[in-house]
């Protein structure tokens, strides 16, 4: 299983990015994708996550009315759309899959993409 992350970068706050993770290696139908952060100096995160076959989301309150998780199951990627960024959000950013388990826990997800950065100047 291979996960591409992309779409990271440099952006004013106020200003939105969409990062895309795209999947190989195998059917993703029972699949939980989701996206996490880390800030320098801080632990891991979660952020939203999906689940492939019905499309049920979740994510944090931090980003909630901010962030969009979705997913293209024709081209096997699941996109992060993030507006009103703020300085906070800075960090770099991951995507992983787990099979057959929604949960918020990064130790609980197989499979990681490597990171891409986000950063936001205020």
């Known amino acids: 299983v291979q996960l591409q992350a992309s779409g990271g970068g440099l952006v004013q706050a106020g200003g939105s990015l969409r990062l895309s993770c795209a999947a190989s290696?195998?059917?993703?139908?029972?699949?939980?994708v989701g996206w996490f952060r880390q800030a320098p100096g801080k632990e891991r995160e979660f952020v939203a996550s999906?689940?492939?076959?019905?499309?049920?989301?979740y994510s944090t309150d931090s980003v909630k009315g901010r962030f969009t998780i979705s997913r293209d199951n024709a081209k096997n990627t699941v996109y992060l759309q993030m507006d009103s960024l703020k300085p906070e959000d800075t960090a770099v950013y991951y995507c992983?899959?787990?099979?057959?388990?929604?949960?918020?826990?990064?130790?609980?997800?197989?499979?990681w993409g490597q990171g891409t950065q986000v950063t936001v100047s205020s």
């Open positions: 290696g195998r059917t993703f139908s029972s699949y939980v």
């Open positions: 999906i689940t492939w076959s019905g499309g049920s989301t």
């Open positions: 992983a899959a787990v099979p057959l388990k929604y949960t918020t826990r990064p130790r609980d997800y197989a499979y």
